[in-house]
């Protein structure tokens, strides 16, 4: 197939004009016509009960149609099922965390609303809270196989010629995404349409329909733009119900969108971890034993499970292995997914217990990790896909320049400043989930292509206009991907690295299969230059069906549907996993180093360069990959350095639930930083050969970062964020 050459061109993103002019239309920007505005009244304590809700001033306010209580909210379908998720939504007088919302003003503007929220009385019956956990904690009752074990791990460990045993903790981080969650929600008799700012339509969908006791078919889900995720959105949280129940209660569009603040509670974090890292290994530097275990934490009100140790069961070949989770249940809102969640917290503890080993061996940390390459995966046995770690370790190297580092920390420096050198080894699955397309030829020679992905901000719609333009022999620009609907056909979640794999090979397919039948008329067509030919003989290329060894003789797609008198053809594509998940490993891979320089007076912390190496297979547009490695880079500078929910650990409540008082990087934080893409050929992993790189931007950074600064001042730093005091304690 000679396609068009523009999978992994470099283009511009398709949908970068209508953002910077404002026409893209996010979810809390639909205008419908009669709408209330929603202010949610969140709580003030973490545990109890609501004595009593003094609602008149709030109702006697100008503007105010009603205001939803647990007294007056729509009864909904609560239970354990697949499409319900435990929360408190008005449905009873319980207060379970800090921020809980306990009641809902709905308004004519959202000024009015925001006001008469302060004017809602509410009276607590105040409960212990259980902030910090006292118990032992437990196995999660998740139905997921999350703990692994690989021969006596203990016991090599108590035999093995050098160890290292530390422990190493994460805090909370809250996802902080330029738009904040919203949703708009419209009742027309029993149907629900939702605008929704999500990264699984489909999902949503099926939870709310769940909820209301519809079926899926009667519940619309529309999301155009998302300006970023995270994984925050890919849960239903609150809010979206809460805007679904106040418009059947008023019969009157709704829209709910959070105010900053408001995200720190009913919108999922990254829990907390304390993981315990034993590395054994010989005197030349062989891993003899790996135990990692991991405890976090989750809601009383549902279960989530902060998989951390995944990453030690594949990364490295160890012969005996023990990983554990441990969850306790406390009176704080539920966790969620957080970019690359598990692998991100989980590669602090283990890479920097590598480091640690490093150290510990006399061996360079570059070198202790390729004595332990696992050339097949250590967890199935099965080869991999692709794996070119080997590779990423040497451009990364060699951009840094690594050989200048001295062996011995804080022995670098430049003038006062201390300075180090640190690396860290990055992976992540290549996940894919069943997805489907449809695509449409039209006489004008265009093309329209639509799935019921999300735009999350990392360029689908303009990977997926590649993809199509592609496989159809179509310029790009004569292409229009539509997606973010819920009546398109089924796809991924944008969420786990894997949207772009699932999507991206169904929207191949659907495309070759309505070129496959636009050929079909032409070679039936005594009048074409192509009647008669084999299907396997023709090729597509700028507009035009031809044959392969006879480029001239052939015709454009416009003529032939033209003289068909059709004025749109259309096939759909699907795509899911098949038996080459039997067959092969399949992850992407990649390699961090960090340059930092350390005041030794004041500890403070500059990260002066930042580069990373990244294998992920084929690359469907250079710019938009290297602008999500960054953007995965700075985030992980933000948890190495900055990020960290502080709560009162006497009543629960947030503390630092604004930017003002939750760090985050800015400009003048990021150094020179850097992405290299290390070509990579994947066959095997799905039909476009591409492995999602969402998450693993993020993998190590922290860890790359904790050991530069342990080379330049000597001192580990197990806990994170690395601040000053840590540094001068």
């Known amino acids: 197939m000679s396609g068009t050459g523009v999978v992994g061109a470099p283009i511009d993103r398709v949908d970068g004009y209508a953002k910077v002019t404002g026409s893209a239309r996010y979810s809390a920007e639909w205008p419908l016509p009669g709408m209330l505005y929603g202010y949610l009244v969140l709580s003030t304590i973490s545990s109890g009960r609501i004595a009593r809700i003094d609602t008149l001033a709030a109702l006697a306010h100008p503007g105010v149609v009603a205001v939803m209580t647990p007294q007056n909210a729509p009864k909904l379908k609560l239970g354990d099922g697949p499409a319900q998720i435990k929360m408190m939504l008005l449905q009873n007088d319980e207060v379970q965390y800090d921020r809980q919302p306990v009641a809902v003003v709905l308004a004519d503007t959202f000024e009015r609303a925001k006001y008469a929220a302060s004017l809602v009385d509410v009276t607590y019956d105040r409960a212990k809270a259980v902030i910090v956990s006292k118990e032992t904690y437990k196995p999660p009752a998740t139905g997921r196989k999350l703990d692994t074990e690989r021969g006596d791990a203990t016991a090599a460990f108590a035999t093995s010629p050098v160890r290292v045993d530390n422990v190493y903790t994460t805090p909370q981080e809250n996802h902080n995404p330029m738009e904040p969650h919203a949703t708009t929600a419209e009742w027309k008799g029993d149907k629900l349409t939702v605008y929704e700012a999500s990264q699984g339509i489909f999902g949503a969908r099926r939870r709310l329909a769940g909820v209301f006791g519809i079926p899926s078919t009667d519940v619309h889900v529309i999301t155009k733009f998302v300006g970023g995720g995270f994984g925050s959105k890919g849960q239903t949280w609150p809010h979206t119900y809460l805007a679904a129940m106040g418009a059947k209660l008023t019969g009157k569009p709704v829209k709910i969108a959070l105010w900053r603040p408001q995200m720190w509670g009913s919108t999922g974090y990254r829990s907390p971890t304390r993981q315990r890292v034993a590395l054994g290994a010989t005197s030349d530097g062989k891993l003899t034993s790996t135990i990692h275990e991991v405890q976090s934490q989750t809601s009383m009100i549902d279960t989530f499970v902060e998989s951390s140790g995944a990453i030690s069961a594949v990364l490295y070949a160890t012969p005996t292995l023990l990983v554990t989770h441990r969850l306790t249940k406390l009176n704080v809102g539920t966790p969620t997914y957080m970019r690359a969640p598990g692998e991100s917290s989980g590669s602090f503890a283990l890479e920097s217990a590598m480091d640690e080993l490093a150290y510990a061996t006399g061996l360079d940390p570059i070198e202790l990790r390729l004595r332990n390459y696992a050339e097949t995966d250590p967890e199935s046995k099965l080869p991999y896909s692709s794996k070119s770690l080997r590779e990423c370790y040497r451009a990364g190297a060699e951009a840094i320049g690594w050989n200048r580092r001295a062996s011995k920390a804080g022995t670098m420096r430049d003038g006062k400043w201390l300075v180090g050198l640190g690396m860290a080894s990055a992976t992540y699955p290549a996940r894919r989930s069943a997805s489907s397309a449809i695509a449409r030829v039209r006489a004008d020679g265009t093309a329209l292509v639509e799935s019921g992905g999300v735009d999350i901000g990392t360029g689908g719609y303009t990977v997926f206009a590649q993809v199509a333009a592609d496989a159809l022999g179509i310029p790009v620009e004569h292409v229009r991907f539509d997606l973010g609907d819920s009546d398109f056909p089924n796809a991924a979640q944008a969420g786990g690295s894997q949207q772009t794999a699932s999507v991206g090979s169904a929207v191949k397919l659907a495309a070759l299969n309505a070129r496959a039948k636009v050929a079909a008329l032409a070679i039936a067509d005594p009048a074409s230059p192509l009647h008669g030919a084999s299907p396997d003989a023709i090729d597509a290329k700028d507009g035009r069906i031809f044959l392969k060894d006879q480029p001239s003789r052939g015709e454009t797609y416009a003529a032939i549907l033209t003289r068909a008198k059709t004025d749109v053809l259309e096939a759909t594509g699907d795509a899911k996993p098949g038996d080459e998940t039997k067959q092969y490993a399949m992850d992407a891979f990649g390699a961090h180093f960090a340059e930092v320089r350390v005041d030794p007076d004041l500890g403070e912390v500059r990260i002066t360069r930042h580069i990373a190496a990244f294998a992920s297979g084929h690359i469907l ?56 893409i290390v070509p990579e050929y994947d066959p095997h992993v799905n039909e476009i050969g591409a492995k999602g790189i969402g998450e693993i931007g993020i993998v190590g950074v922290a860890a790359a970062i904790a050991n530069a600064v342990y080379h330049a001042t000597g001192k580990r730093v197990r806990d994170l964020p690395i601040t000053p005091e840590k540094l001068l304690a």
């Open 621 to 676: 547009n250079a710019k938009l990959a290297r602008s999500q490695y960054l953007g995965g880079i700075v985030f992980g500078i933000g948890m190495a350095l900055m990020e960290n929910t502080r709560m009162d650990e006497r009543s629960g409540r947030i503390m630092t639930a604004t930017l003002a008082e939750y760090l985050l990087p800015v400009h003048a934080d990021i150094p020179a930083i850097d992405a290299i």
